[in-house]
């Protein structure tokens, strides 16, 4: 079983429209329960599909770009 660590680079490299919670406080070094709580406040984009909560990736990612601003 290979495990597969989760950063910044490899979201930017993913073509995956969305992210989970926990993928996005792997690649943020955060506990995910602190990327929930962002998710909640609606600091971290999100988007509810049925009773599942998921974060659009280009939008995440254009939060830590510095050139985005």
Do not use: H, Y
């Amino acid at each position: 079983m290979r495990i597969v660590t989760v950063t910044i680079e490899t979201l930017r490299e993913s073509r995956s429209l969305v992210i989970t919670r926990t993928e996005a406080a792997q690649a943020l070094g955060v506990d995910p329960r602190t990327v929930t709580a962002g998710v909640e406040n609606r600091t971290i984009p999100s988007v509810k599909l049925g009773r599942r909560v998921v974060i659009p990736r280009e939008k995440f990612l254009r939060l830590f770009d510095p050139d985005s601003e």
